[in-house]
């Protein structure tokens, strides 16, 4: 079976710090990972995944996550958070051949104070 | 181009009424999903549809609820008769091709409270 782990509810940072939202997976095969962001009163939006190739994926409004796979890792960085990237962070992991079930983590709510 | 839209945002019932979600997905996306997510807890996959067929319907709950997308597109959600235990947001999601690498779209979710 698969499944995500997010081992932090929470995180906190300070505006211009650097940022880390973990989340490990396991799964019998090879994962295709993704990251989701939700906003307060918003849909969940898609940031990045990971599929093949470069281990450091690079997405939207400056985020990147790097799959480890020897970790089973794919933690979720930006190099200076923002005020306006507080919310809540969703990791999920599909693998092929099980195709209609992405499995979700718990979710990390960040906050980033000034 | 506009995205997943859901309706109602909110939506406050009592226990064995019943409630009906709906969900627009892209145009043009073929694949439909529904999920929940409850008590703050991990968001669960319930089913996709592929236009108007039900691809994979094994994350449904039970029997009480029941999902249709007639004509391939818009999809209902409805929970006949609701429990205390339905409560959570649903979410809907579309994606053109339906592959294991292909990215889902989300809409802003349903909030559903049974009392």
């Known amino acids: 079976a698969q499944s995500v782990a997010q081992p932090e509810d929470q995180v906190n940072v300070a505006e211009g710090n650097p940022l880390t939202v973990k989340c490990t997976y396991s799964?019998?095969?090879?994962?295709?990972l993704f990251w989701y962001v939700q906003y307060p009163n918003r849909g969940l939006q898609f940031l990045l995944k990971?599929?093949?190739?470069?281990?450091l994926v690079k997405g939207s409004y400056g985020f990147e996550a790097e799959f480890n796979k020897s970790q089973t890792s794919f933690h979720l960085k930006k190099p200076s958070a923002l005020v306006s990237d507080s919310a809540l962070y969703f990791c999920?992991?599909?693998?092929?051949?099980?195709?209609?079930?992405?499995?979700f983590g718990a979710g990390t709510r960040l906050t980033v104070k000034p | 181009e506009a995205g997943v839209t859901q309706f109602p945002s909110h939506s406050v019932i009592e226990k064995g009424q019943t409630v009906t979600l709906r969900c627009d997905p892209i145009?043009?996306?073929?694949?439909l999903y529904w999920y929940r997510r409850v008590m703050g807890k991990e968001i669960k996959f319930l089913l996709h549809?592929?236009?108007?067929?039900?691809?994979?319907e094994s994350g449904m709950p039970n029997n009480r609820f029941l999902a249709e997308r007639t004509g391939g597109t818009y999809s209902t959600l409805k929970v006949q008769p609701a429990e205390l235990e339905d409560s959570g947001v649903y979410f809907c999601?579309?994606?053109?091709?339906?592959?294991?690498?292909?990215?889902?779209?989300f809409g802003p979710g349903t909030r559903l409270t049974v009392l």
């Open positions: 549809f592929v236009k108007e067929s039900k691809q994979d």
């Open positions: 799964v019998s095969g090879n994962p295709y």
């Open positions: 999601a579309s994606s053109p091709l339906g592959g294991v690498t292909d990215t889902q779209y």
């Open positions: 999920a992991v599909r693998v092929l051949g099980n195709n209609n079930d992405m499995r």
């Open positions: 145009s043009g996306h073929d694949n």
């Open positions: 990971y599929i093949t190739g470069d281990n």
